[in-house]
């Protein structure tokens, strides 16, 4: 398996809502990464794990909040969110700076 | 600090024209890795190339092909041939290899627009 697989695909929540993003890869690799990108804009970075553990996070607003349960999986938990977090967000795995894998990503808009 | 840079922020040329996508980057490890990602308006990334700092060979695959010119710290990307299917958002990117948990540091983006 050589894929990183990110659900939902689309997802549309409102302001008052909590829902949550899930990545899953089974690759052994233990680094798992979330990005946010608006359109038109590159990928940004907002959380790094490595080893399970929270490794970067890029000052992000405390209405998204990350989970790494075990190896395989990478959670982001979102609550209160507001319209200008809709975004394409992007879940990638590495074993080290010599590659990464991304998912498809998912589509999120907040309503 | 790591920046990658790609000052082309549209291309648009006729189909079967060549045309060169741009990146310079800026870092200050001697070990790093430059990846090149396609993506088109479905929002996949797709992985187009890795290259790591110690291998200055370009590299040809197909229509595309890569240049890595450490002296000027650039990593350009040539289309040959272009086809409508090239048009997209294309992604220089570049990361540190000292650690694991190094995060991929992207380049603005160019959208490559071939038209028929």
């Known amino acids: 398996d050589t894929e990183v697989t990110q659900t939902p695909k689309h997802l549309v929540m409102g302001m008052t809502n909590k829902k949550s993003l899930k990545c899953e890869q089974h690759?052994?690799?233990?680094?798992m990464y979330w990005y946010k990108q608006k359109a038109k804009k590159p990928p940004e970075l907002m959380f790094v794990?490595?080893?399970?553990?929270?490794?970067i996070n890029e000052s992000v607003p405390s209405r998204f909040s990350p989970e790494c349960p075990n190896s395989s999986l990478l959670n982001l938990h979102l609550h209160a969110l507001q319209p200008e977090d809709s975004a394409l967000y992007l879940c990638?795995?590495?074993?080290?700076?010599?590659?990464?894998?991304f998912g498809s990503g998912t589509r999120l808009t907040v309503v | 600090a790591q920046k990658v840079t790609q000052a082309q922020t549209e291309i648009s040329v006729v189909e079967k024209e060549d045309v060169t996508l741009d990146c310079v980057y800026e870092?200050?490890?001697?070990?790093?890795?430059l990846f090149w990602y396609k993506q088109p308006p479905s929002g996949e990334l797709v992985f187009l190339i890795r290259r790591n700092s110690f291998d200055e060979q370009n590299e040809i695959s197909g229509r595309y092909s890569w240049n890595f010119q450490k002296s000027t710290s650039s990593f350009n990307f040539t289309i040959t041939a272009s086809q409508v299917v090239d048009s997209a958002v294309y992604f220089c990117a570049l990361s540190e290899a000292r650690r694991g948990n190094t995060p991929l540091v992207f380049g603005k983006g160019t959208r490559l627009s071939v038209i028929a």
């Open positions: 870092t200050r490890d001697t070990t790093y890795y």
């Open positions: 690759m052994g690799h233990r680094a």
């Open positions: 990638a795995s590495s074993p080290t700076g010599r590659g990464y894998t």
């Open positions: 794990y490595s080893y399970e553990k929270l490794s």
